[in-house]
C-alpha cells in the first residue's frame, strides 16, 4: 500500500507541473466567431473532448473539421460553402487525426469501415445535453448490439460476463462491447484488443491465469482462452464450450490418431465413475502449473 | 480501497471540479436494492452477482471552463455501481488544451462462483455445492497522462495497478484421494509505462516502454471435518485420511515490454501502417507442502503417514508480435491492401521438486522408514505464427461494398514433452506445423432504406495440432436491415457453420446455425415497441477413447435454444416506463429455461428531481439437475438528481 502511494505521488508530480505551467500556455479566451450563428453549438461544445484537442484558438478547433468555414461566414451562411463531414466521405475529417495510434488503433479499412459503416453511424460529434462516452449516439453497447442482435442473444445464457445494462440486464457498471473489442479494429480474433505488452485482452483481468508457468496448458500454446471458453456466454458452467468437463478434456485428450498433441489418460480413469467424470478435481491448475506436470496443484 | 471511500472520492472529485468550473451538467442516480431468492442461491448470485444495499447507479458530470486562469478546460466524470453491488465503475477524464491529457479508471468485480455441478463428484448424490467455489474481488486502477497534447511531440506516463484476493475452496490430490482446501489468495500485478507518440510529416507513430511486476501468494489449508477425502472406498485395504494439510505458495513475475506504431503515408497515395510489440516474461516460485494422515503413493509405491513437499520453479516466457500493412488505391474506387503479421512465443520452464514421505510402508507390510525423492524437471515449448493476407476492397457505386481477400495462416509449434508427465506413450510432445489457407469474399449494399451484407469464409487446412482443429471449414454470414418507414425498421442475421476433420479416429464434424432478428416499432414519439428472437442449433460430434477400456466412442454436443424477447418504452408526461421480458429455452446437452420480466417506472418530479423504481423477476431451470433451479426477485428504489 505504500509502494501504492508513492506511485500515485509520483505520477501526480507531472500533473502539477503541467497544471502549474498551463495557465500561461494554453490559456484560450479568444472569442469563437462561429458563435455568432451557432451560440447553442458552440455552448454545448465546450463539454465535447475536441474542445481541448488540436491547436489554434477556438474558432480553428472548429474549421478543422468544418473546412470552408471562414468562407461559409463572409458570405453570410451560406451552406453550400462549409463542410459537414457526414458518411463515409466525412469519415475522411475523423481519420485526418484518429488513425493507427496504439496497440488498438483507428484503422480506416477496419471491419466496420470496410462495410461502409462511417464514424457517424456510431458517434455524434454536437450531442444534446450531456454528452456520452466516446460521444457515442447511444449509451453503452446500444449500437452494437442494434447490429449484431445475436450478441444480445449470447449474453442472455445463464453464464456470461457481466454485461452493461445496453446488451442484458440491469447493470450501469458492466462491460461492454468495447471492453473487450476495438470496434475500430479487424475482423475476427483481430478485432479483440491488446494490452500494452501485446496480450490478448482476456489477461487483462484475469491475471492469475497468464504465468508464465513451469508447465503450460499446451491449449494456451496452440490455441486461445476461446479453444475451452465461450466468452460471450455459454449455457455450460464457467463459460465452457462443453456441459461436462470429461467431454472437454477427452476430446483432445485422445489419442487417436498419434499425430496430434494431446496425452491419453491411463486407465485407472474410470469414467463411471463420477470421481473421474471431472477431470479438474484432481488437475486443479489447468492453466498452469509451476510444481506439477500434470497441472494436479 | 473500499466502495465508501471510493465514493466519497468520487463525490469529493466531483465536488471540487465543479467548483471551480465555468459550466456544470450532471446526472446522478442512486438509491437501495432489496432482493429475494428462493432455491439455489448459490446458482442465483454466480449467474448474476446481485447484491443488496445501497448504490450508486449513475453519476455522470461534466465541468468546463476555459479561462486561462483556471486548471482545466473539461472535466468529465463518470462512475456507476458504487455501493452494495458488485461492480464498479469510475472513470474521468481531465483536460487542458495543449498542456495535459488525464484518463484514470477504477473497476471494481466482485467474483463469485458456487456451482453445484461444476466439476462436482457427489452432484448425483444433490450434495450442493461443488468443491471448486470462490469468492474474490477484482480491482483495477488505470492512470495516463499525456503532456502537450496536439504538439507534434506528446510524452505520456502511465499506471496500472490490478489486484486479485479473497478466499475458495479447491480440491488437492495426494496420497490417492482428493480433499478440499480452503484458499486465500493475493495477487497484485504492478505496471508502469512512459512513451512517447510523435507527428510529423504525415508521419504518427509512438514507442512505449513498460514493466509489470506480478507478486501473489495463496495459503491453502484443510477444511475442517473433511479429512475423510472424496474416495469412499479403501485402497488396498487402507482407508486413506487426512488429519492436516497445509500448502503456502509465492510467485513473483516480471516483464519488461515494449511496443511501437507507425502509420503514415507515402507520395500522398500510399499508406503504411505497423506495429510491433515484445516482452520478456519472467516468473519465480516456492512451493511448500505438508501433509499427515494415511496415504498412498502408487509412484513410491508404498503406504505413507506424512509428506513434506518443496518446489522451487523459474520460467521465462519471452514473446513478440508485429504487423506490417501497406495500402495502395489502384483507382478511386478500388483499394489493394497487403498485409503480414508474425508473431513468436516460447517458454523454458524448470522445476526442482523434493518430496519426503514419512514412516512408508511397502504394500507387502514392511516398514521402510522416511524416504525422499527428488525431480528436477525442464519444460519448453515455441510457437510461431505467420500470417500473409491479399485483400481487395472496391466501392464502384456509393451504394456497394464489395471485397475479398485471400490469405495464408502458418503455424509451427514444438512441445518439450516433460518426463515426468509420461502416462501412456504419444501426444505429449513433438514439432506441429499447419497451414490454413483461406478465402473470403463479400459485399454490401445499401439501397435507401434497405441493408444487406453478406460473407463467405472458406478455410483449408492441411494439417491438424490438435484433435479439435478443423481441416475444412465454411462460413458463410448475412445480415440485413429495413426501415420500412421512419416508425418501423427490421435486422435479421444468420451465420452457418460448417467445420470437419475427417482423419481415420478423429472423424469430427461442427454444423452450426444461427439466425435471429429483432423489429423494432416507433408508432409515435411517446410509444416504442420491440420484439426479438435468436435461434441456434448447433451439433457437433468427434470420436474419443474411453480411458478404462480404450475403446472408442462419439462425443456428441448439441444445442437447440431459442431467445426470445419483447420490449415497450412509454413516455407519458412525467411518466416513462419500460418493461420487457426474455424467454431463453435451451435443449440439447445442456438442457434450462431462463425467463427474465422486467419493469422500470421514473418519474420527473421538478426539472432536476425525478424517482424511479426497478422490479425484476429471474426465474432458471435446469431440468435434469433441479438443485441448481432459483426463483428471484429484485426490487430497487433511485433518486435522480440532474442539471443539464
Same mark, same amino acid.
Given at each position: 500500500?505504500?509502494?501504492?502511494?508513492?506511485?500515485?505521488?509520483?505520477?501526480?508530480?507531472?500533473?502539477?507541473?503541467?497544471?502549474?505551467?498551463?495557465?500561461?500556455?494554453?490559456?484560450?479566451?479568444?472569442?469563437?466567431?462561429?458563435?455568432?450563428?451557432?451560440?447553442?453549438?458552440?455552448?454545448?461544445?465546450?463539454?465535447?473532448?475536441?474542445?481541448?484537442?488540436?491547436?489554434?484558438?477556438?474558432?480553428?478547433?472548429?474549421?478543422?473539421?468544418?473546412?470552408?468555414?471562414? =468562407?461559409?461566414?463572409?458570405?453570410?451562411?451560406?451552406?453550400?460553402?462549409?463542410?459537414?463531414?457526414?458518411?463515409?466521405?466525412?469519415?475522411?475529417?475523423?481519420?485526418?487525426?484518429?488513425?493507427?495510434?496504439?496497440?488498438?488503433?483507428?484503422?480506416?479499412?477496419?471491419?466496420?469501415?470496410?462495410?461502409?459503416?462511417?464514424?457517424?453511424?456510431?458517434?455524434? *460529434?454536437?450531442?444534446?445535453?450531456?454528452?456520452?462516452?466516446?460521444?457515442?449516439?447511444?449509451?453503452?453497447?446500444?449500437?452494437?448490439?442494434?447490429?449484431?442482435?445475436?450478441?444480445?442473444? =449470447?449474453?442472455?445464457?445463464?453464464?456470461?460476463?457481466?454485461?452493461?445494462?445496453?446488451?442484458?440486464?440491469?447493470?450501469?457498471?458492466?462491460? !461492454?462491447?468495447?471492453?473487450?473489442?476495438?470496434?475500430?479494429?479487424?475482423?475476427?480474433?483481430?478485432?479483440?484488443?491488446?494490452?500494452?505488452?501485446? =496480450?490478448?485482452?482476456?489477461?487483462?483481468?484475469?491475471?492469475?491465469?497468464?504465468?508464465?508457468?513451469?508447465?503450460?496448458?499446451?491449449?494456451?500454446?496452440?490455441?486461445?482462452? *476461446?479453444?475451452?471458453?465461450?466468452?460471450?456466454?455459454?449455457?455450460?458452467?464457467? *463459460?465452457?464450450?462443453?456441459?461436462?468437463?470429461?467431454?472437454?478434456?477427452?476430446?483432445?485428450?485422445?489419442?487417436?490418431?498419434?499425430?496430434?498433441?494431446?496425452?491419453?489418460?491411463?486407465?485407472?480413469?474410470?469414467?463411471?465413475?463420477?470421481?473421474? !467424470?471431472?477431470?479438474?478435481?484432481?488437475?486443479?491448475?489447468?492453466?498452469?502449473?509451476?510444481?506439477?506436470?500434470?497441472?494436479?496443484? | 480501497?473500499?466502495?465508501?471511500?471510493?465514493?466519497?472520492?468520487?463525490?469529493?472529485?466531483?465536488?471540487?471540479?465543479?467548483?471551480?468550473?465555468?459550466?456544470?451538467?450532471?446526472?446522478?442516480?442512486?438509491?437501495?436494492?432489496?432482493?429475494?431468492?428462493?432455491?439455489?442461491?448459490?446458482?442465483?448470485?454466480?449467474?448474476?452477482?446481485?447484491?443488496?444495499?445501497?448504490?450508486?447507479?449513475?453519476?455522470?458530470?461534466?465541468?468546463?471552463?476555459?479561462?486561462?486562469?483556471?486548471?482545466?478546460?473539461?472535466?468529465?466524470?463518470?462512475?456507476?455501481?458504487?455501493?452494495?453491488?458488485?461492480?464498479?465503475?469510475?472513470?474521468?477524464?481531465?483536460?487542458?488544451?495543449?498542456?495535459?491529457?488525464?484518463?484514470?479508471?477504477?473497476?471494481?468485480?466482485?467474483?463469485?462462483?458456487?456451482?453445484?455441478?461444476?466439476?462436482?463428484?457427489?452432484?448425483?448424490?444433490?450434495?450442493?455445492?461443488?468443491?471448486?467455489?470462490?469468492?474474490?474481488?477484482?480491482?483495477?486502477?488505470?492512470?495516463?497522462?499525456?503532456?502537450?497534447?496536439?504538439?507534434?511531440?506528446?510524452?505520456?506516463?502511465?499506471?496500472?495497478?490490478?489486484?486479485?484476493?479473497?478466499?475458495?475452496?479447491?480440491?488437492?490430490?495426494?496420497?490417492?484421494?482428493?480433499?478440499?482446501?480452503?484458499?486465500?489468495?493475493?495477487?497484485?500485478?504492478?505496471?508502469?509505462?512512459?512513451?512517447?507518440?510523435?507527428?510529423?510529416?504525415? /508521419?504518427?507513430?509512438?514507442?512505449?516502454?513498460?514493466?509489470?511486476?506480478?507478486?501473489?501468494?495463496?495459503?491453502?489449508?484443510?477444511?475442517?471435518?473433511?479429512?475423510?477425502?472424496?474416495?469412499?472406498?479403501?485402497?488396498?485395504?487402507?482407508?486413506?485420511?487426512?488429519?492436516?494439510?497445509?500448502?503456502?505458495?509465492?510467485?513473483?513475475?516480471?516483464?519488461?515490454?515494449?511496443?511501437?506504431?507507425? +502509420?503514415?503515408?507515402?507520395?500522398?497515395?500510399?499508406?503504411?501502417?505497423?506495429?510491433?510489440?515484445?516482452?520478456?516474461?519472467?516468473?519465480?516460485?516456492?512451493?511448500?507442502?505438508?501433509?499427515?494422515?494415511?496415504?498412498?503413493?502408487?509412484?513410491?509405491?508404498?503406504?505413507?503417514?506424512?509428506?513434506?513437499?518443496?518446489?522451487?520453479?523459474?520460467?521465462?516466457? %519471452?514473446?513478440?508480435?508485429?504487423?506490417?500493412?501497406?495500402?495502395?488505391?489502384?483507382?478511386?474506387?478500388?483499394?489493394?491492401?497487403?498485409?503480414?503479421?508474425?508473431?513468436?512465443?516460447?517458454?523454458?520452464?524448470?522445476?526442482?521438486?523434493?518430496?519426503?514421505?514419512?514412516?512408508?510402508?511397502?504394500?507387502?507390510?514392511?516398514?521402510?522408514?522416511?524416504?525422499?525423492?527428488?525431480?528436477?524437471?525442464?519444460?519448453?515449448?515455441?510457437?510461431?505464427?505467420?500470417?500473409?493476407?491479399?485483400?481487395?476492397?472496391?466501392?464502384?457505386?456509393?451504394?456497394?461494398?464489395?471485397?475479398?481477400?485471400?490469405?495464408?495462416?502458418?503455424?509451427? /509449434?514444438?512441445?518439450?514433452?516433460?518426463?515426468?508427465?509420461?502416462?501412456? %506413450?504419444?501426444?505429449?510432445?513433438? +514439432?506441429?506445423?499447419?497451414?490454413?489457407?483461406?478465402?473470403?469474399?463479400?459485399?454490401?449494399?445499401?439501397?435507401? %432504406?434497405?441493408?444487406?451484407?453478406?460473407?463467405?469464409?472458406?478455410?483449408?487446412?492441411?494439417?491438424?495440432?490438435?484433435?479439435?482443429?478443423?481441416?475444412?471449414?465454411?462460413?458463410?454470414?448475412?445480415?440485413?436491415?429495413?426501415?420500412?418507414?421512419?416508425?418501423?425498421?427490421?435486422?435479421? /442475421?444468420?451465420?452457418?457453420?460448417?467445420?470437419?476433420?475427417?482423419?481415420?479416429?478423429?472423424?469430427?464434424?461442427?454444423?452450426?446455425?444461427?439466425?435471429?432478428?429483432?423489429?423494432?416499432?416507433?408508432?409515435?414519439?411517446?410509444?416504442?415497441?420491440?420484439?426479438?428472437?435468436?435461434?441456434?442449433?448447433?451439433?457437433?460430434?468427434?470420436?474419443?477413447?474411453?480411458?478404462?477400456?480404450?475403446?472408442?466412442?462419439?462425443?456428441?454436443?448439441?444445442?437447440?435454444?431459442?431467445?426470445?424477447?419483447?420490449?415497450?418504452?412509454?413516455?407519458?408526461?412525467?411518466?416513462?416506463?419500460?418493461?420487457?421480458?426474455?424467454?431463453?429455452?435451451?435443449?440439447?446437452?445442456?438442457?434450462?429455461?431462463?425467463?427474465?420480466?422486467?419493469?422500470?417506472?421514473?418519474?420527473?418530479?421538478?426539472?432536476?428531481?425525478?424517482?424511479?423504481?426497478?422490479?425484476?423477476?429471474?426465474?432458471?431451470?435446469?431440468? %435434469?439437475?433441479?438443485?441448481?433451479?432459483?426463483?428471484?426477485?429484485?426490487?430497487?428504489?433511485?433518486?435522480?438528481?440532474?442539471?443539464?
Amino acid at each position: 500500500m505504500k509502494s501504492f502511494a508513492h506511485s500515485i505521488v509520483a505520477l501526480s508530480l507531472p500533473v502539477l507541473l503541467a497544471l502549474g505551467s498551463g495557465s500561461r500556455a494554453s490559456g484560450d479566451e479568444t472569442p469563437n466567431l462561429c458563435a455568432d450563428c451557432h451560440e447553442d453549438v458552440v455552448a454545448a461544445f465546450a463539454a465535447n473532448p475536441h474542445a481541448t484537442a488540436g491547436g489554434g484558438n477556438a474558432t480553428d478547433r472548429c474549421l478543422a473539421c468544418h473546412r470552408g468555414g471562414n =468562407e461559409h461566414a463572409a458570405a453570410g451562411g451560406d451552406k453550400a460553402l462549409v463542410t459537414i463531414p457526414r458518411g463515409t466521405a466525412g469519415a475522411a475529417a475523423c481519420l485526418s487525426c484518429h488513425t493507427g495510434r496504439g496497440m488498438n488503433p483507428i484503422d480506416p479499412k477496419g471491419v466496420h469501415g470496410e462495410r461502409g459503416i462511417a464514424c457517424d453511424t456510431c458517434h455524434a *460529434m454536437h450531442p444534446a445535453g450531456i454528452p456520452l462516452e466516446a460521444l457515442l449516439r447511444q449509451a453503452g453497447s446500444s449500437a452494437c448490439v442494434s447490429c449484431h442482435p445475436h450478441a444480445r442473444g =449470447e449474453f442472455a445464457r445463464p453464464y456470461t460476463h457481466p454485461m452493461h445494462a445496453s446488451v442484458v440486464g440491469n447493470r450501469a457498471a458492466g462491460l !461492454q462491447c468495447a471492453s473487450c473489442h476495438n470496434p475500430h479494429g479487424g475482423r475476427g480474433d483481430d478485432s479483440l484488443k491488446r494490452d500494452a505488452a501485446g =496480450e490478448l485482452v482476456c489477461l487483462s483481468c484475469h491475471s492469475d491465469k497468464r504465468g508464465p508457468f513451469v508447465y503450460t496448458h499446451p491449449a494456451q500454446v496452440t490455441g486461445s482462452c *476461446m479453444s475451452c471458453h465461450q466468452p460471450h456466454g455459454s449455457v455450460n458452467a464457467a *463459460m465452457l464450450t462443453r456441459a461436462r468437463v470429461q467431454q472437454l478434456c477427452l476430446e483432445c485428450h485422445t489419442g487417436t490418431p498419434a499425430t496430434t498433441l494431446g496425452s491419453q489418460p491411463p486407465s485407472f480413469h474410470d469414467l463411471r465413475s463420477p470421481r473421474y !467424470q471431472n477431470c479438474t478435481t484432481c488437475h486443479v491448475a489447468i492453466h498452469g502449473s509451476n510444481t506439477s506436470p500434470l497441472l494436479a496443484r | 480501497m473500499t466502495t465508501r471511500m471510493l465514493a466519497m472520492t468520487v463525490l469529493l472529485a466531483a465536488a471540487a471540479g465543479s467548483a471551480a468550473s465555468q459550466q456544470l451538467q450532471f446526472d446522478l442516480s442512486a438509491g437501495y436494492q432489496w432482493l429475494d431468492v428462493t432455491g439455489s442461491e448459490e446458482v442465483f448470485r454466480s449467474q448474476t452477482r446481485e447484491k443488496e444495499g445501497l448504490f450508486v447507479d449513475s453519476l455522470r458530470l461534466v465541468a468546463t471552463d476555459h479561462r486561462s486562469s483556471r486548471l482545466f478546460d473539461r472535466l468529465r466524470l463518470e462512475a456507476a455501481g458504487l455501493g452494495e453491488t458488485s461492480d464498479s465503475r469510475v472513470h474521468l477524464e481531465l483536460d487542458r488544451a495543449r498542456a495535459f491529457s488525464l484518463r484514470l479508471d477504477y473497476r471494481r468485480a466482485e467474483v463469485f462462483s458456487a456451482l453445484p455441478d461444476l466439476a462436482n463428484p457427489f452432484a448425483a448424490a444433490g450434495i450442493a455445492p461443488g468443491q471448486h467455489t470462490f469468492d474474490r474481488q477484482r480491482d483495477f486502477f488505470d492512470l495516463e497522462l499525456s503532456l502537450l497534447p496536439g504538439r507534434w511531440l506528446t510524452p505520456l506516463v502511465g499506471y496500472t495497478r490490478t489486484t486479485y484476493a479473497g478466499p475458495a475452496r479447491t480440491t488437492y490430490h495426494v496420497g490417492n484421494d482428493e480433499f478440499q482446501l480452503a484458499s486465500d489468495l493475493d495477487e497484485t500485478v504492478d505496471e508502469f509505462r512512459i512513451g512517447v507518440q510523435f507527428e510529423a510529416a504525415g /508521419v504518427r507513430g509512438g514507442v512505449i516502454q513498460g514493466w509489470r511486476e506480478t507478486d501473489a501468494s495463496e495459503k491453502l489449508t484443510l477444511i475442517p471435518g473433511l479429512g475423510a477425502g472424496n474416495s469412499t472406498q479403501p485402497t488396498l485395504g487402507r482407508d486413506v485420511t487426512a488429519t492436516s494439510l497445509e500448502r503456502t505458495v509465492s510467485t513473483s513475475a516480471t516483464a519488461p515490454f515494449t511496443n511501437a506504431y507507425v +502509420s503514415g503515408l507515402v507520395g500522398g497515395r500510399v499508406r503504411f501502417l505497423g506495429s510491433f510489440a515484445t516482452t520478456n516474461a519472467e516468473s519465480e516460485s516456492s512451493e511448500f507442502d505438508s501433509a499427515l494422515g494415511q496415504f498412498v503413493s502408487f509412484d513410491i509405491r508404498r503406504f505413507f503417514l506424512g509428506l513434506a513437499e518443496t518446489a522451487q520453479g523459474r520460467a521465462e516466457n %519471452p514473446s513478440w508480435r508485429g504487423q506490417l500493412r501497406i495500402e495502395v488505391p489502384l483507382l478511386a474506387w478500388l483499394d489493394l491492401s497487403v498485409a503480414y503479421s508474425a508473431s513468436h512465443r516460447e517458454l523454458d520452464g524448470r522445476s526442482f521438486v523434493t518430496s519426503q514421505y514419512f514412516d512408508t510402508v511397502n504394500f507387502s507390510g514392511v516398514e521402510l522408514g522416511d524416504l525422499s525423492t527428488v525431480l528436477e524437471a525442464r519444460t519448453a515449448w515455441e510457437r510461431d505464427e505467420g500470417v500473409a493476407e491479399l485483400r481487395l476492397a472496391a466501392r464502384p457505386w456509393p451504394w456497394l461494398h464489395v471485397w475479398g481477400a485471400a490469405a495464408t495462416v502458418d503455424h509451427d /509449434v514444438t512441445v518439450s514433452p516433460a518426463a515426468a508427465e509420461v502416462v501412456l %506413450p504419444g501426444g505429449q510432445g513433438g +514439432s506441429y506445423t499447419r497451414a490454413i489457407h483461406r478465402l473470403t469474399g463479400g459485399a454490401a449494399v445499401e439501397l435507401g %432504406p434497405a441493408a444487406l451484407s453478406a460473407e463467405w469464409t472458406a478455410d483449408d487446412a492441411d494439417e491438424a495440432v490438435v484433435r479439435t482443429d478443423f481441416l475444412d471449414r465454411d462460413r458463410l454470414r448475412l445480415r440485413g436491415s429495413y426501415k420500412i418507414a421512419s416508425w418501423l425498421r427490421v435486422t435479421a /442475421v444468420g451465420e452457418q457453420l460448417e467445420a470437419s476433420n475427417v482423419t481415420a479416429g478423429i472423424d469430427a464434424s461442427v454444423d452450426s446455425t444461427r439466425w435471429g432478428g429483432e423489429l423494432e416499432i416507433v408508432p409515435t414519439p411517446w410509444l416504442s415497441l420491440r420484439g426479438g428472437m435468436n435461434v441456434v442449433q448447433s451439433d457437433s460430434r468427434l470420436t474419443v477413447r474411453r480411458p478404462q477400456d480404450f475403446g472408442l466412442e462419439p462425443s456428441l454436443y448439441a444445442e437447440d435454444g431459442e431467445e426470445l424477447e419483447a420490449a415497450v418504452a412509454l413516455a407519458l408526461g412525467r411518466f416513462d416506463l419500460q418493461a420487457g421480458t426474455t424467454r431463453t429455452t435451451y435443449d440439447g446437452t445442456a438442457p434450462f429455461d431462463l425467463d427474465r420480466t422486467f419493469l422500470r417506472l421514473e418519474l420527473t418530479l421538478t426539472d432536476a428531481l425525478g424517482a424511479c423504481g426497478h422490479l425484476e423477476h429471474r426465474e432458471y431451470r435446469q431440468a %435434469p439437475f433441479p438443485v441448481a433451479d432459483y426463483e428471484a426477485n429484485r426490487y430497487s428504489l433511485l433518486l435522480r438528481w440532474n442539471r443539464k
